[in-house]
């Protein structure tokens, strides 16, 4: 095998890999996908649908604090007072998402994976209500710190 072709899979292999965190129970899981609106806060599920860049964490804080890493295929659900919030997503590149998040209302921000220089790159998106249930749902919930 020449050196370039080893060195070729050696980067590549951070974007095909399975790297796990650790995982709600299933009951738990079920439970947030009935979707239920909060009445005082809003609820944010912030998901990773994608398989692509499996083999790499990605680090996801919400106002500044962490709230775990994201693997392919899982999400978490955040609830947040009314008001303004930053989502950071960190991978090879930081991402970041605004909302101005309202009481009794459900938000979907899709953490896509993209191909980065050395490994997987994100960019975080505000979906609609179809959109972002249908992702979740293809995911499961990941423990939050």
Request: glycine share 8%.
């Amino acid at each position: 095998m020449s050196k370039i072709v080893f060195i070729i899979l050696l980067l590549t292999s951070g974007l095909i890999g399975c790297a796990s965190v650790p995982m709600e129970s299933p009951e738990k899981d079920a439970e947030m996908k009935l979707f239920k609106k909060p009445v005082d806060n809003a609820g944010l599920y912030i998901y990773r649908n994608e398989t692509m860049g499996g083999g790499v964490k990605m680090d996801l804080k919400l106002d500044g604090k962490l709230i775990g890493e994201s693997a392919s295929e899982t999400y978490f659900y955040q609830e947040v007072a009314p008001g303004k919030h930053e989502i950071t997503s960190e991978a090879e590149n930081t991402s970041t998402l605004t909302i101005d998040a309202m009481a009794g209302k459900l938000y979907y921000i899709w953490q896509e994976v993209k191909m980065g220089f050395l490994y997987a790159r994100s960019k975080l998106q505000l979906v609609s209500e179809e959109e972002g249930q249908a992702g979740v749902k293809e995911s499961k919930l990941a423990v939050s710190k």
